[in-house]
């Protein structure tokens, strides 16, 4: 483990600090950045492989850790999607787009890195 989540993960059982002052610690940290940079590198590279196999994104790319794809184009409603790849154990949520008439069958998947990944 590394040296530093573990000197954290002894901080947060021999203290009071709750989780998030622990996060607000660590999001300092050149490790932390390091890592959160990781994540909008992957975002950016998935949101640029969708588009290459031209699935329409609704921003038409992402500036952040998420990606909204329209699969109306595709005949495919998001609620559908959310649930194969649930049972190939991939977590994906249903999301409406613009213009949807039914939020329990959005045309939306929305995929993205987990935030809940940076465990001490």
Same mark, same amino acid.
């Given at each position: 483990m590394h040296k530093t989540l573990k000197s954290c993960s002894i901080l947060m059982r021999c203290s009071s600090f709750t989780q998030h002052?622990?996060?607000?610690?660590?999001?300092? +940290?050149?490790?932390f950045k390091q890592y959160i940079a990781q994540i909008l590198l992957n975002a950016k590279a998935m949101a640029g492989a969708l588009? *290459?196999?031209?699935?329409? !994104? @609704?921003?038409?790319? +992402?500036?952040?850790? !998420? @990606? !909204?794809v329209d699969l109306?184009?595709?005949g495919i409603d998001g609620? *559908?999607?959310?649930?194969? !790849?649930?049972l190939v154990s991939i977590t994906a949520n249903k999301n409406t787009c613009p213009g949807d008439k039914s939020a329990l069958t959005p045309g939306g998947l929305r995929l993205g890195k987990q935030v809940d990944d940076f465990k001490c």
């Amino acid at each position: 483990m590394h040296k530093t989540l573990k000197s954290c993960s002894i901080l947060m059982r021999c203290s009071s600090f709750t989780q998030h002052n622990f996060m607000s610690l660590q999001a300092s +940290t050149p490790m932390f950045k390091q890592y959160i940079a990781q994540i909008l590198l992957n975002a950016k590279a998935m949101a640029g492989a969708l588009l *290459r196999k031209d699935y329409t !994104l @609704v921003s038409g790319g +992402t500036d952040n850790h !998420l @990606v !909204l794809v329209d699969l109306r184009p595709r005949g495919i409603d998001g609620a *559908r999607a959310e649930r194969v !790849l649930e049972l190939v154990s991939i977590t994906a949520n249903k999301n409406t787009c613009p213009g949807d008439k039914s939020a329990l069958t959005p045309g939306g998947l929305r995929l993205g890195k987990q935030v809940d990944d940076f465990k001490c």
